[in-house]
């Protein structure tokens, strides 16, 4: 493979994982204006950049250095996963709903899950199967999307099969469905 390509395989990937990051872009702008009812440029800066400011860093960077672009997108989506998590967790139902509904319909809009490009759920599944316990209900919930997902590729079956032993578990002693 040539340099060439090289560079036109990663900012395919690139174009990918920014579609991602621009679908929450406009959904955590859309939130702030629902309950705002005007976004502003402090609200803006508390958001990710637009994709278009990414791409234009990558094409205008030479050589290897275009992968640090790529790695600092993979980044958001750490940042991103943690804003929602932080959301799902706050004991605001309204919050909750919206970082739910949002994840729900990720997938669907982008081809993608969310959390595992964050590569939250090998984090939290890491987490559980070395404790052998779910510990709250935030994990359980990212858990239970994962058992779900029948395209994941986040676990080995065998791992599947513990995660859901334990979710089982948690559901029985938190009394969650």
Do not use: H
């Given at each position: 493979m040539t340099k060439g390509s090289d560079r036109?395989?990663?900012r395919r990937e690139l174009v990918r994982l920014l579609e991602g990051l621009e679908c929450y872009r406009s959904w955590k702008i859309?939130?702030?204006d629902r309950d705002k009812g005007v976004v502003t440029e402090d609200d803006l800066n508390q958001v990710v950049m637009p994709s278009s400011f990414f791409l234009q860093v990558f094409d205008e960077t030479k050589g290897s250095s275009s992968a640090a672009v790529i790695k600092e997108v993979q980044q958001w989506y750490s940042h991103t996963a943690s804003d929602l998590r932080y959301m799902m967790n706050s004991g605001d139902e309204a919050w909750t709903a919206d970082a739910r509904q949002f994840l729900k319909d990720?997938?669907?809009e982008v081809g993608f899950d969310f959390y595992a490009e964050a590569g939250l759920l090998r984090k939290v599944a890491d987490k559980a199967l070395k404790s052998r316990k779910i510990t709250?209900?935030?994990d359980y919930y990212s858990l239970r999307e994962l058992e779900n997902d029948v395209s994941q590729s986040v676990l080995s079956s065998e791992e599947?099969?513990?995660i859901s032993e334990l979710l089982?578990?948690?559901e029985n002693n938190a009394n969650v469905r």
């Open positions: 036109d395989t990663a859309s939130c702030i990720f997938p669907g709250n209900q935030g599947l099969a513990e089982r578990e948690f």
